[in-house]
Protein backbone atom coordinates (compact mmCIF):
# COMPACT_ATOMS: atom_id res chain seq x y z
CA UNK A 1 0.00 0.00 0.00
CA UNK A 2 1.58 3.40 -0.96
CA UNK A 3 0.13 6.61 -0.58
CA UNK A 4 0.38 9.58 -3.11
CA UNK A 5 0.68 13.34 -2.54
CA UNK A 6 1.02 15.73 -5.11
CA UNK A 7 1.66 19.81 -4.48
CA UNK A 8 3.66 22.64 -6.47
CA UNK A 9 0.89 23.50 -8.85
CA UNK A 10 -0.04 27.00 -9.50
CA UNK A 11 -0.74 29.63 -12.13
CA UNK A 12 2.33 30.32 -14.11
CA UNK A 13 3.08 32.88 -17.78
CA UNK A 14 3.68 30.77 -21.17
CA UNK A 15 7.56 30.37 -20.84
CA UNK A 16 7.53 30.02 -17.06
CA UNK A 17 8.73 27.21 -14.59
CA UNK A 18 6.48 24.95 -12.11
CA UNK A 19 8.38 21.65 -10.10
CA UNK A 20 5.96 19.22 -8.90
CA UNK A 21 6.71 17.14 -5.93
CA UNK A 22 5.05 13.65 -5.38
CA UNK A 23 5.71 12.51 -1.60
CA UNK A 24 4.92 9.16 -0.99
CA UNK A 25 4.43 7.38 2.19
CA UNK A 26 5.90 4.06 3.71
CA UNK A 27 9.07 2.59 2.90
CA UNK A 28 8.64 0.39 -0.49
CA UNK A 29 8.51 3.77 -2.80
CA UNK A 30 11.91 2.20 -4.28
CA UNK A 31 9.87 -0.66 -5.39
CA UNK A 32 7.78 1.38 -7.66
CA UNK A 33 7.79 2.80 -11.16
CA UNK A 34 6.54 6.29 -10.94
CA UNK A 35 4.65 8.19 -13.41
CA UNK A 36 3.31 11.60 -14.13
CA UNK A 37 0.11 11.91 -16.23
CA UNK A 38 -2.28 15.42 -16.66
CA UNK A 39 -5.94 15.83 -17.84
CA UNK A 40 -7.45 19.00 -19.17
CA UNK A 41 -11.35 19.47 -19.03
CA UNK A 42 -13.32 17.26 -21.71
CA UNK A 43 -9.83 15.80 -22.56
CA UNK A 44 -8.82 12.34 -21.50
CA UNK A 45 -5.90 11.24 -19.19
CA UNK A 46 -2.81 11.37 -20.85
CA UNK A 47 0.89 10.20 -20.25
CA UNK A 48 3.43 12.95 -19.65
CA UNK A 49 6.87 11.25 -17.50
CA UNK A 50 8.18 8.00 -16.14
CA UNK A 51 10.94 6.93 -13.84
CA UNK A 52 11.79 3.61 -13.47
CA UNK A 53 12.77 1.98 -9.77
CA UNK A 54 16.28 2.73 -10.19
CA UNK A 55 16.08 6.19 -11.25
CA UNK A 56 18.28 5.46 -14.42
CA UNK A 57 15.26 4.89 -16.88
CA UNK A 58 13.15 7.49 -18.00
CA UNK A 59 10.60 8.41 -20.65
CA UNK A 60 8.82 10.85 -21.93
CA UNK A 61 5.89 12.16 -24.24
CA UNK A 62 6.80 13.54 -27.10
CA UNK A 63 4.84 17.08 -26.30
CA UNK A 64 6.80 17.80 -23.28
CA UNK A 65 10.51 16.80 -24.20
CA UNK A 66 13.00 18.94 -23.51
CA UNK A 67 11.15 20.50 -21.75
CA UNK A 68 9.87 18.54 -18.69
CA UNK A 69 12.25 16.56 -16.31
CA UNK A 70 11.28 13.39 -14.18
CA UNK A 71 13.24 12.67 -11.31
CA UNK A 72 13.05 10.51 -8.06
CA UNK A 73 14.71 11.12 -4.23
CA UNK A 74 14.15 7.42 -2.69
CA UNK A 75 15.90 8.15 0.43
CA UNK A 76 12.87 10.96 0.66
CA UNK A 77 9.78 8.96 -0.90
CA UNK A 78 9.77 11.45 -3.22
CA UNK A 79 9.56 12.11 -7.78
CA UNK A 80 9.50 15.17 -9.16
CA UNK A 81 8.59 16.65 -12.36
CA UNK A 82 10.77 20.31 -13.50
CA UNK A 83 8.26 21.85 -15.95
CA UNK A 84 10.30 24.07 -17.71
CA UNK A 85 9.06 26.76 -20.77
CA UNK A 86 5.91 26.24 -19.99
CA UNK A 87 2.66 26.53 -23.03
CA UNK A 88 -0.67 27.05 -22.61
CA UNK A 89 -1.41 23.91 -23.71
CA UNK A 90 0.55 22.52 -21.13
CA UNK A 91 -2.45 23.49 -18.66
CA UNK A 92 -4.18 20.53 -16.76
CA UNK A 93 -4.63 18.72 -13.61
CA UNK A 94 -1.33 16.24 -12.92
CA UNK A 95 -1.17 13.56 -11.01
CA UNK A 96 1.60 11.19 -10.08
CA UNK A 97 1.16 7.33 -10.43
CA UNK A 98 3.23 4.51 -8.53
CA UNK A 99 2.94 0.90 -10.84
CA UNK A 100 4.62 -2.20 -10.47
CA UNK A 101 6.28 -2.66 -13.84
CA UNK A 102 7.97 -0.20 -16.19
CA UNK A 103 5.36 0.03 -18.82
CA UNK A 104 5.67 3.67 -18.69
CA UNK A 105 3.08 5.20 -20.65
CA UNK A 106 0.17 2.56 -19.87
CA UNK A 107 -2.07 3.61 -17.34
CA UNK A 108 -2.98 0.12 -16.30
CA UNK A 109 0.32 -0.44 -15.31
CA UNK A 110 -0.75 2.18 -12.54
CA UNK A 111 -2.17 0.91 -9.02
CA UNK A 112 -1.86 4.10 -6.93
CA UNK A 113 -2.65 8.01 -7.67
CA UNK A 114 -2.49 10.96 -5.86
CA UNK A 115 -5.59 13.31 -6.12
CA UNK A 116 -4.01 16.11 -8.47
CA UNK A 117 -2.48 18.86 -8.40
CA UNK A 118 -3.77 21.73 -10.72
CA UNK A 119 -1.44 23.66 -13.18
CA UNK A 120 -2.66 26.58 -15.38
CA UNK A 121 -0.61 28.53 -17.82
CA UNK A 122 -1.82 31.93 -19.20
CA UNK A 123 -0.90 35.30 -19.23
Known amino acids: QVALVESGGGLVQPGGSLRLSCAASGRTFSSYTMGWFRQAPGKEREFVAAIARSGISTNYAVSVKGRFTISRDNAKNTVYLQMNSLKPEDTALYYC????????????????WGQGTQVTVSS
Open 97 to 112: AAGTYYIANAETNYDY
